[in-house]
Protein backbone atom coordinates (compact mmCIF):
# COMPACT_ATOMS: atom_id res chain seq x y z
CA UNK A 1 0.00 0.00 0.00
CA UNK A 2 1.41 3.62 -0.99
CA UNK A 3 0.75 6.88 0.90
CA UNK A 4 -1.37 7.64 -1.11
CA UNK A 5 -3.82 4.86 -0.80
CA UNK A 6 -3.55 5.13 3.12
CA UNK A 7 -6.24 5.85 5.26
CA UNK A 8 -5.89 9.24 6.80
CA UNK A 9 -5.62 7.40 10.30
CA UNK A 10 -2.38 6.09 9.32
CA UNK A 11 -1.17 9.14 7.42
CA UNK A 12 -1.10 11.51 10.93
CA UNK A 13 -1.33 10.23 14.91
CA UNK A 14 -2.65 13.90 15.01
CA UNK A 15 -6.01 13.59 13.98
CA UNK A 16 -7.76 15.59 16.99
CA UNK A 17 -10.50 17.59 16.26
CA UNK A 18 -9.17 20.83 17.93
CA UNK A 19 -5.75 20.06 15.55
CA UNK A 20 -7.68 19.71 12.78
CA UNK A 21 -6.51 22.98 10.40
CA UNK A 22 -3.27 21.94 10.68
CA UNK A 23 -3.55 17.91 9.79
CA UNK A 24 -4.28 16.98 6.18
CA UNK A 25 -8.36 15.92 5.42
CA UNK A 26 -6.60 13.69 1.95
CA UNK A 27 -3.96 11.33 1.24
CA UNK A 28 -0.19 13.71 0.62
CA UNK A 29 0.71 14.06 -2.71
CA UNK A 30 3.83 12.42 -4.18
CA UNK A 31 6.43 14.43 -5.55
CA UNK A 32 7.96 13.32 -8.45
CA UNK A 33 11.73 11.37 -8.21
CA UNK A 34 13.68 14.17 -10.06
CA UNK A 35 12.23 17.15 -8.09
CA UNK A 36 14.92 15.55 -5.24
CA UNK A 37 18.47 15.44 -5.36
CA UNK A 38 21.89 14.53 -3.27
CA UNK A 39 24.15 17.17 -2.15
CA UNK A 40 27.19 17.63 0.75
CA UNK A 41 24.94 19.95 2.78
CA UNK A 42 21.53 20.47 3.87
CA UNK A 43 19.18 22.30 1.30
CA UNK A 44 17.95 26.04 2.33
CA UNK A 45 17.82 28.86 0.76
CA UNK A 46 20.48 31.77 -0.93
CA UNK A 47 21.53 33.12 2.21
CA UNK A 48 23.70 31.26 4.06
CA UNK A 49 23.51 30.10 7.81
CA UNK A 50 25.85 33.45 9.46
CA UNK A 51 27.26 33.47 13.06
CA UNK A 52 24.35 34.89 15.39
CA UNK A 53 21.64 33.06 13.34
CA UNK A 54 21.14 31.15 16.39
CA UNK A 55 20.22 33.96 18.41
CA UNK A 56 16.67 35.16 19.01
CA UNK A 57 17.61 38.02 21.38
CA UNK A 58 19.11 40.60 19.03
CA UNK A 59 16.61 42.83 19.25
CA UNK A 60 17.40 46.40 19.60
CA UNK A 61 16.61 45.77 23.33
CA UNK A 62 16.44 42.88 25.85
CA UNK A 63 13.16 41.19 25.21
CA UNK A 64 10.58 40.33 27.92
CA UNK A 65 11.06 37.04 29.62
CA UNK A 66 13.52 34.40 31.39
CA UNK A 67 16.60 34.09 28.68
CA UNK A 68 17.29 30.28 28.21
CA UNK A 69 20.15 28.73 26.20
CA UNK A 70 18.52 25.72 24.62
CA UNK A 71 21.36 23.25 23.36
CA UNK A 72 21.82 19.41 22.85
CA UNK A 73 22.59 16.97 19.80
CA UNK A 74 21.11 15.57 16.48
CA UNK A 75 21.58 11.65 16.60
CA UNK A 76 21.23 8.93 14.58
CA UNK A 77 19.72 5.36 15.47
CA UNK A 78 23.84 4.29 16.94
CA UNK A 79 24.18 7.43 19.08
CA UNK A 80 26.48 9.39 16.63
CA UNK A 81 26.00 12.77 15.75
CA UNK A 82 25.01 14.23 12.47
CA UNK A 83 26.74 17.00 11.75
CA UNK A 84 25.70 20.04 9.34
CA UNK A 85 22.54 19.25 10.12
CA UNK A 86 20.22 22.80 9.54
CA UNK A 87 18.14 23.43 12.54
CA UNK A 88 15.73 26.32 12.23
CA UNK A 89 13.26 26.95 15.12
CA UNK A 90 10.53 29.39 15.76
CA UNK A 91 8.08 29.94 18.67
CA UNK A 92 5.69 32.41 20.84
CA UNK A 93 6.85 35.17 22.87
CA UNK A 94 7.24 35.10 26.60
CA UNK A 95 3.17 36.32 26.83
CA UNK A 96 2.18 33.10 24.41
CA UNK A 97 1.89 35.65 20.52
CA UNK A 98 3.66 34.54 17.54
CA UNK A 99 5.52 37.59 15.51
CA UNK A 100 3.98 36.01 12.61
CA UNK A 101 1.08 38.61 11.50
CA UNK A 102 -0.79 35.54 11.08
CA UNK A 103 -0.92 34.82 14.75
CA UNK A 104 -4.57 35.02 15.41
CA UNK A 105 -4.30 36.03 19.26
CA UNK A 106 -4.01 39.97 18.55
CA UNK A 107 -5.22 40.12 21.91
CA UNK A 108 -1.65 39.27 23.56
CA UNK A 109 1.41 41.82 23.54
CA UNK A 110 3.83 41.87 20.79
CA UNK A 111 7.66 41.94 21.73
CA UNK A 112 9.32 43.62 18.57
CA UNK A 113 13.47 43.28 20.25
CA UNK A 114 12.12 39.03 20.32
CA UNK A 115 13.06 38.05 17.09
CA UNK A 116 10.41 34.59 16.94
CA UNK A 117 13.02 32.54 14.94
CA UNK A 118 16.83 31.44 14.40
CA UNK A 119 18.44 28.69 12.51
CA UNK A 120 21.97 27.02 12.52
CA UNK A 121 24.07 23.94 11.29
CA UNK A 122 25.22 21.17 13.81
CA UNK A 123 28.81 20.93 14.54
CA UNK A 124 30.98 18.27 13.47
CA UNK A 125 29.65 16.35 16.88
CA UNK A 126 26.30 17.23 15.83
CA UNK A 127 26.02 20.10 18.28
CA UNK A 128 23.52 22.69 18.23
CA UNK A 129 22.53 26.21 20.57
CA UNK A 130 20.05 28.58 20.20
CA UNK A 131 20.39 31.52 22.43
CA UNK A 132 16.03 32.50 23.25
CA UNK A 133 13.47 32.89 26.08
CA UNK A 134 11.26 30.73 27.37
CA UNK A 135 7.76 31.05 25.65
CA UNK A 136 4.25 31.30 27.25
CA UNK A 137 1.79 29.24 26.59
CA UNK A 138 -1.38 29.76 25.49
CA UNK A 139 -5.38 28.87 25.15
CA UNK A 140 -6.17 26.17 22.37
CA UNK A 141 -9.13 26.75 19.51
CA UNK A 142 -11.44 28.93 21.07
CA UNK A 143 -14.09 27.86 22.99
CA UNK A 144 -12.37 24.43 23.49
CA UNK A 145 -11.34 25.14 27.10
CA UNK A 146 -7.59 23.70 26.26
CA UNK A 147 -4.19 24.79 26.67
CA UNK A 148 -0.50 24.64 24.93
CA UNK A 149 2.14 24.14 26.32
CA UNK A 150 5.55 26.30 25.99
CA UNK A 151 6.71 24.79 23.21
CA UNK A 152 9.47 25.66 20.61
CA UNK A 153 8.85 24.16 17.12
CA UNK A 154 11.83 22.31 15.26
CA UNK A 155 12.60 21.63 11.56
CA UNK A 156 15.99 20.04 10.45
CA UNK A 157 17.13 19.73 6.87
CA UNK A 158 19.55 16.39 5.99
CA UNK A 159 21.61 16.31 2.49
CA UNK A 160 17.97 16.96 0.61
CA UNK A 161 14.22 17.84 0.49
CA UNK A 162 13.11 14.10 1.48
CA UNK A 163 15.15 14.42 5.23
CA UNK A 164 13.25 16.93 6.91
CA UNK A 165 11.92 16.74 10.40
CA UNK A 166 9.91 18.42 11.63
CA UNK A 167 8.76 18.17 15.56
CA UNK A 168 8.89 19.82 18.70
CA UNK A 169 10.34 20.47 22.55
CA UNK A 170 8.61 20.78 25.54
CA UNK A 171 10.14 22.50 29.00
CA UNK A 172 10.71 19.83 31.91
CA UNK A 173 8.50 20.10 35.08
CA UNK A 174 5.63 22.67 32.77
CA UNK A 175 2.43 22.01 34.66
CA UNK A 176 0.87 22.86 31.07
CA UNK A 177 2.67 19.15 29.81
CA UNK A 178 -0.27 17.30 31.37
CA UNK A 179 -3.17 18.93 29.05
CA UNK A 180 -1.29 19.97 26.12
CA UNK A 181 -3.41 18.40 23.54
CA UNK A 182 -0.98 18.01 21.34
CA UNK A 183 1.55 16.44 23.69
CA UNK A 184 -1.34 14.08 24.53
CA UNK A 185 -1.39 12.52 21.27
CA UNK A 186 1.75 10.86 21.93
CA UNK A 187 0.16 7.95 23.64
CA UNK A 188 3.20 6.13 24.33
CA UNK A 189 4.86 7.79 27.31
CA UNK A 190 7.65 7.13 26.40
CA UNK A 191 7.39 9.14 23.24
CA UNK A 192 6.01 12.08 25.03
CA UNK A 193 9.45 11.66 27.33
CA UNK A 194 11.60 12.21 23.95
CA UNK A 195 9.72 15.56 23.48
CA UNK A 196 11.33 17.38 27.17
CA UNK A 197 14.02 19.24 27.33
CA UNK A 198 15.56 18.86 30.32
CA UNK A 199 17.06 21.12 32.70
CA UNK A 200 20.76 21.71 32.75
CA UNK A 201 22.01 23.32 35.52
CA UNK A 202 25.79 23.04 34.37
CA UNK A 203 24.89 25.56 31.41
CA UNK A 204 22.31 27.71 33.87
CA UNK A 205 24.30 31.25 35.39
CA UNK A 206 24.55 34.46 34.37
CA UNK A 207 24.00 35.97 30.84
CA UNK A 208 26.20 39.27 30.69
CA UNK A 209 23.72 41.08 33.48
CA UNK A 210 21.12 38.41 32.86
CA UNK A 211 20.40 35.31 34.64
CA UNK A 212 20.32 32.72 31.91
CA UNK A 213 18.40 29.40 32.35
CA UNK A 214 19.65 25.93 30.10
CA UNK A 215 17.67 23.53 28.78
CA UNK A 216 19.29 20.28 26.67
CA UNK A 217 17.23 18.26 24.01
CA UNK A 218 18.79 15.92 21.69
CA UNK A 219 16.59 15.26 18.52
CA UNK A 220 16.80 11.44 17.03
CA UNK A 221 16.58 10.77 13.40
CA UNK A 222 15.70 7.22 13.01
CA UNK A 223 15.85 3.95 15.32
CA UNK A 224 13.15 2.39 18.42
CA UNK A 225 14.14 5.66 19.96
CA UNK A 226 13.46 8.37 17.32
CA UNK A 227 12.22 11.95 18.45
CA UNK A 228 8.49 11.92 17.63
CA UNK A 229 7.74 14.22 14.68
CA UNK A 230 4.72 16.09 13.22
CA UNK A 231 3.31 14.71 10.27
Keep these: MTQADAPLELISPLMHPAFQPRIPDRALYQLPPEWFHISSGPVYGRV ?44 ANSAGRYLDQYCNRPWLPRD ?23 PSGYAGPEGTGMWRAAHVHFSLFGPDLANRVVTACYFENDPLNATDFVLRQQNDWRNRDRLIARFDPDETGLDGKYLRQAYKWDIVLRGPAATPREH
Design 48 to 91: NVRPGDNDLLSGDAPPFGIRVKLHGRVLDSDGRGVPNTLIEIWQ
Design 112 to 134: DNFTGAGRCLTDAQGRYSFSTIR
